[in-house]
Structures are given as C-alpha cells and as structure tokens.
C-alpha cells in the first residue's frame, strides 16, 4: 500500500463545499465520495510547527517536545518515515515544513524528519515571490509562480519518481494556502468576486487583517497591499480564502489524477486533511490557536481503495490517528509508543467506532489551554491552573453559543471528561 497525504495550511473544517456551498471544492468533493469526510476530526494543536509534530510523531504535543512554531524534531523522536524507511518505504515530503526554523532559512538533513526525499521551506508566508524550496541535501532551489501551483507541480515531479523506484512509499504533500496573507492567483480570486458572505450565528465582526514577519509587512499596515485589500473588510478576506482553497482543490485534483495516470489508484490511501483552521470572525476572533471548532476543527477525507465510499461520518479522528493508521495498512507493527487509534478498522467496516474522544492542546504559559472532546461534550481547561472553563453540547449547540460550565446537572460530565483528559496527557 502506498501513502499520500496531503494538508492545507489555515483551512477551517466548513471550507469544503460538501459541507458549505459558498464554497467551490469539486475535486475535494470527489475524493468524499470516493472515501470518508470525517466531519468531527481535529488538530491535536491548532498551530503550524507544533501540528506538524503531532503529525509526523503520532504523539500528543505534551508528550513530542515541540511546543512552539519553529521548534525542530527532538533528535531521539521516532517519525512515520523513519519507520517506514525501515520497511524499505519511499518516503518523500513537499511543501511547508516549520519545524526547525521561522523564515526563508535552510532546512539542514539534520531537521528534515528521517524523509528519504525532501523539498520543503520553512515559513515564508508569501505567495508571490522568494519561491525558495530546500532539497534533501539541504540544497536551495529556487522557482518562479505562485506557491500553490509550484507545490502541487513539485509533488506531481516527486510522485513520478516514486513510481520509478517500484516501491510502495509515502508522500506527504504540505500546502500554505490558505494562510494569511489571501493572495489566491486572479482567476480563483474572480470565482468569489462580490459573492455575499452568509455569518454563522457565532460570527463577530472583527479586523481579519494579520501581518505578516517573513516576509515583514509594511508598517504602518495602511501602506501594506493585503491591508489595502481586505484590512477591516471581514467578508472580502473571506472570498479571498476561498479563492485559495480553491486553488489547492485544483491543485489536489491534478495530484489525484497524476495518481489515476501512473495506475496507483488502487493501491494508495489518500487522506486530506489541514494543520489548523481560522476563526474568521467566530466568537469576535481570527487566526488559530484556539479550541474553538472554527480554529481546531479541520476538514478529514479519507480514500481507502478497498474501504468506505461516500459516507459522510461523525467519528472522532484527530491528527495522531494518522501514524498508527498507515502502520495497520502496512501490515507492519511498530515498537514505537503512539497516542493514536488505527482508523484501518473503522473504513474497512471491521469495527463500529473510532476514538472515543479526541484531544488538543496549546501549550503556553498565560494562555495555554487543553481541549477534549468526545461524541457529544467538549471540554476546556486552561494549563496554567487546570481549571475548567468552557463545556458546550455539541450536539445541541454546535456553534459554542452556550457556555454550561457554571450549569450543576453537568458536574458528573465534567469530571469524567477531566478524568480521561488526565489519563491521555499525563503520563
């Protein structure tokens, strides 16, 4: 079995037109109904570097020692390539790295997460220009274009060469778009262009504009051209993040039919998912960070070739679910500890459920907070106290309109959620 797995950057849960039809995601749709769309999956931490630890470790921020963006690998951690590789995998990444460094700096072999074949950058958080990808070799490479299109290109090159070697492999694919700043290509731009934005109840205006420090912003903001384009426009930047997601369906579905061209379709697991989303105004906020479903719900497809089709599941899946899952497709055990639940069982109708619950975290120390969730409750704590702060029913209450924390008849709910939040994350 062969493994691609492909993550946009800031793309909130509902950027999918399954799931909303202000937005235009045909080839995302598609790969739902060949697959699974998991509407209840989320980031294990709703932020770049620290997400990426989650993904490549299979363990929990607490427990993998990358707290912040920026922070590499600790050199001792066992990564799904470096298990792979074991196996005599092909293991290759593209895209956004963050692990290890915050700008337009080389990503040195040493950083680069035990991955046999490596283009990857930092953060550069521009579209445009500085298009500087890092090889293997820890190599510059410099290209021209627009990055979601030089990514989805790149990773098509890599998927040849892999096909080449007349090995299974894995594939990681990492998008930027559609983080800040919105700078979609003009015929995406054009698709939402005087579209009207329809808010969800939570929806509080809010400035969208964020700077930017690699490349750094123009000061004062006025005189920056994405401040010009949507500062204090909440709606324009969201059609403009439309627009990016978008270009990255379109740039999955050319990944998905170069997979259909060099005959792996029917054995290679697809999976689409994103490191984090983006409030856009949910709750008077913006950006990620946060438990909220808008920053820490992400969308989660599946594409089993021989598994579910066309089903649209409220399982729990979480990003750490991903390690242990491509180890059971592999048919290969593992000595390495992993927080995750195999999700093989689930798609192939063997079993009923997936996790019982799902975790997350932010680890700061004035506003760091833990998040757990299971079918019906979520729960906050904040770190720096452990006190409880935030209980919503999401079955009746979806957009986190209602806060029960204060609410007696739940005091038995909230103990058992931080008895299994402990168990999960204090060990």
Known sequence: MNFIIIFADQMHKYALGKLNQEVFTPHLDQLCEEGVLFRNAYSNNPICGPYRGTLLT????????????GQPLLSETKTLAGELNKLGYETSFVGKWHLGGNGNEPILPSLQGSFKHFLGYQCYNGFLKDIIFWNEQGESQ???GHRTEITTHLAIENLRA???THKSFLQVIGYQAPHYPEQPLPEYAKLYEGKTILHTPDYIEVDPYTPTYSPYSPRPYENCPDYQRYGNNMDEYIRLYNGMVTQVDHGVGEILKEVQRLGLEEDTLILFTSDHGDMQGSHGLKNKCL??????????????????????????????????SVMAYAEEATDVTLDGRSFKGYLREEEETTQDFVVAEYICPNTGWQMIRDKQFKLCVRTADHTPYLLFDM?????????LIEDMRYASTIERLMKQLDSALLQ
């Open 291 to 324: 438990p909220y479903e808008k920053s820490c719900g992400v969308p989660f497809i599946v594409k089993d070739p021989i598994g579910l089709k066309n089903k649209i599941s409220d399982a729990l899946v979480s990003g750490i679910d991903i390690f242990p």
């Open 395 to 403: 079955e009746k209450d979806p957009y986190e309109l209602e806060n």
């Open 162 to 164: 892999l096909k080449a």
């Open 58 to 69: 299979g363990l929990y921020t607490s427990h993998n020692g990358v707290h912040y963006n």
């Open 142 to 144: 410099e290209y021209d």
